[in-house]
């Protein structure tokens, strides 16, 4: 099995900054793509940024481009993303996802976070 866990989220005024981190652990054989989805109440859940494998691609939802970095570092099974200038719509449920291969399995599984919230003041 593979877990994540969030870190990061919080209370920020709007044009603010917050860094969440999400990191994944269990026995591991590799951690393919990474991302970040987000639900805010009433909403459907939503991208909000993916990172390839090795961290050469990445991609992001139009609401949060140009604010928004997504990154990983491998070595630590982590994916990070660094929030900038965040707005009152942004305030949501931040989720982790990954898609992992575990030693015991042959196939990649994906896997979610429990979330973070993060609430943007006006």
């Known amino acids: 099995q593979v877990q994540l866990v969030e870190s990061g989220g919080g209370l920020v005024q709007a044009g603010g900054s917050l860094r969440l981190s999400c990191a994944a652990s269990?026995?591991?054989?590799?951690?393919?793509?990474m991302g970040w989805y987000r639900q805010s109440a009433g909403k459907q859940r939503e991208m909000v940024a993916s990172?390839?494998?090795?961290?050469?691609?990445?991609n992001y939802a139009d609401s949060v481009k140009g604010r928004f970095t997504i990154s990983r570092d491998n070595a630590k099974n982590t994916v990070y993303l660094s929030m900038n200038s965040l707005k009152p719509e942004d305030t949501a449920v931040y989720y982790c996802n990954a898609a992992a291969r575990t030693y015991s399995g042959s196939l990649y599984a994906n896997y979610w976070g429990r979330g973070t919230q993060v609430t943007v003041s006006s």
């Open positions: 269990g026995i591991i054989f590799r951690v393919n793509a």
């Open positions: 990172i390839s494998s090795g961290g050469g691609s990445t």
